[in-house]
């Protein structure tokens, strides 16, 4: 483990010591993917996620060259949009990357000022401060390049009323499955190329102010045949988590390789999703058709008591429950967690989800790289990538 920052108490928050405070982010806005049927991408995101309709933007509402579905859970915004049109660079970014994540927004108070102090620090601009308005008020958005053609916009809407932004409306459906207890994005992952990992860690370190807190080497991350190296980038304020991975040499082809190959180029991995009952909603997400990595050997579960320790006295799940839905346990110093990642949500095999349940650990799960990474492993075997 590397340059490791000490984390202080603020009240409820964690300010991390050397972040700062040029880029305050107040939380995850939106998360918006381009896709090739952004209706049919909301129906599966309803039905499997339980997400909520909540606002739409299309011809219907003015709009000409695309068309967008807003979907809510708790604190969570989905975005879906697809092109209307084959000039449009929506169709481009899809025909290159497959469905997957073009926007991380980020929630802030003064979106010109954050997009003033990144690019003057080094970001390449995506889009210019620009003020849009409706009869809910005003909304200012701006944007930066981060890896690959990824974004982050900065939205700061602190003078805003309406539904999400300017130009969309209410989504009223009549199709509203339950939602399934997914709360907020508690992590984002990124992935980028061969040897980029620390240009993008000193990126978000110049440009973002954000800090270098956890870092794991294909040492720690490895199994027989591939390995991984990943550091977790954090905002001052710890609300904002994006560990960033590159492959590393191995036996066999990284994890991380197949997703470049496959979505040809960097791009976000994986979204993690904060749940208090990890165990109702993975049980709805398994009756809702959603498919997870196959479950660690016996022998992985046979060592959690050894491997909690004392938190094994606090674990309110029961180990064999939570054996029987594959979900995987790890603890730190300061707690325990429950996690369990999904396959692929597109065809390409690229972004995934993880379920994520948080019983006073802070780390993302180490414990279990390996368990994880040899899962994987199983399902690049039968897609003929590993
Ligand atoms: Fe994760």
Do not use: C
């Not at 991380?104 to 995506?126: C, F, P």
């Amino acid at each position: 483990m590397s340059k490791e920052v000490k984390s202080v108490e603020y009240g409820l928050e964690k300010i991390f010591e050397g972040a700062q405070d040029f880029l305050p982010l107040l939380g995850t806005d939106y998360v918006e993917f381009y896709v090739g049927n952004a209706k049919q991408a909301a129906h599966f995101y309803k039905t499997a996620f339980g997400f909520q309709s909540h606002a739409y933007a299309g011809l219907e509402t003015g709009m000409t060259d695309r068309v967008s579905y807003v979907l809510k859970q708790d604190k969570i915004r989905l975005v879906l949009t697809t092109a209307l049109n084959s000039s449009s660079p929506i169709g481009e970014h899809v025909k290159k990357h497959g469905d997957g994540v073009k926007v991380i927004a980020l929630w802030v108070e003064d979106a010109k000022k954050s997009w003033e102090e990144t690019t003057n620090r080094g970001a390449k601009s995506y889009q210019e401060p620009i003020t849009t308005s409706d009869e809910n008020g005003e909304v200012v958005t701006a944007g930066i390049y981060t890896y690959g053609e990824t974004v982050h916009m900065f939205v700061e809407r602190k003078n805003y009323k309406g539904q999400f932004l300017p130009g969309y409306e209410k989504w009223e459906s009549d199709y509203n499955p339950t939602p399934i207890g997914l709360k907020y994005i508690d992590h984002m992952v990124g992935n980028v190329g061969w040897g980029e990992m620390n240009t993008w860690v000193k990126w978000y370190e110049d440009v973002m102010g954000f800090v270098n807190f956890l870092s794991f080497d294909d040492k720690q991350i490895h199994t027989e045949y591939s390995a991984l190296m990943s550091k977790v980038m954090s905002n001052g304020n710890g609300r904002i988590k994006f560990p960033i991975n590159e492959p590393a040499e191995g036996k066999k082809r990284s994890q991380i390789e197949e997703y470049l190959d496959f979505y040809e180029g960097p791009g976000a991995q994986h979204i993690a999703v904060a749940t208090d009952d990890i165990i109702e909603t993975v049980k709805q997400l398994r009756a809702r058709g959603i498919e997870f990595l196959s479950a660690p050997p016996q022998a992985y579960y046979d060592e959690i008591p050894g491997r909690l320790g004392v938190h094994m006295d606090i674990m309110k799940e029961d180990l064999k429950v939570l054996q029987s839905l594959a979900i995987m346990i790890d603890a730190d110093e300061e707690g325990y967690l429950l996690q369990i990642f999904t396959k692929p949500v597109e065809d390409r095999p690229t972004l995934f989800f993880e379920i994520i349940q948080r019983m006073g650990a802070k780390g993302f799960g180490a414990g279990n790289f390996k368990a994880l990474f040899e899962s994987i492993e199983r399902e690049q075997e039968k897609r003929g990538t590993l």
